[in-house]
């Protein structure tokens, strides 16, 4: 599972009736330097299933690969990222 960020939405003409009540998400996973706001570097933009109604801005939690359709179980649904959670807040302690 990694942590990213929505940048916008993808409007499909038609999808899969399989995945009718989401949407999908454009998100950018957030590198520890991201989240520490040290470094500016983005990585590959990528396509996410969302679910529970993330907007512009918010961290998410991505799970991806074929974890990415468990919550789907027993009906198997064509996903290869999945928006698992929407972070109210990130908290990281580093070690010294």
Do not use: W
């Given at each position: 599972m990694r942590i990213g960020k929505t940048i916008g939405r993808v409007?499909?003409?038609?999808?899969?009736p399989l995945l009718a009540g989401g949407s999908y998400r454009l998100a950018v996973p957030q590198l520890l330097a991201n989240l520490l706001c040290t470094s500016q570097t983005m990585a590959e933009e990528l396509v996410v299933y969302d679910e529970l109604g993330a907007a512009d801005g918010m961290h998410i939690a991505i799970t991806e690969g074929p974890e990415a359709a468990q919550p789907f179980h027993p009906e198997t649904k064509p996903i290869d990222a999945?928006?698992?959670?929407?972070?109210?807040h990130i908290e990281i302690k580093t070690m010294q």
């Amino acid at each position: 599972m990694r942590i990213g960020k929505t940048i916008g939405r993808v409007t499909l003409v038609r999808s899969h009736p399989l995945l009718a009540g989401g949407s999908y998400r454009l998100a950018v996973p957030q590198l520890l330097a991201n989240l520490l706001c040290t470094s500016q570097t983005m990585a590959e933009e990528l396509v996410v299933y969302d679910e529970l109604g993330a907007a512009d801005g918010m961290h998410i939690a991505i799970t991806e690969g074929p974890e990415a359709a468990q919550p789907f179980h027993p009906e198997t649904k064509p996903i290869d990222a999945y928006n698992a959670a929407i972070l109210d807040h990130i908290e990281i302690k580093t070690m010294q």
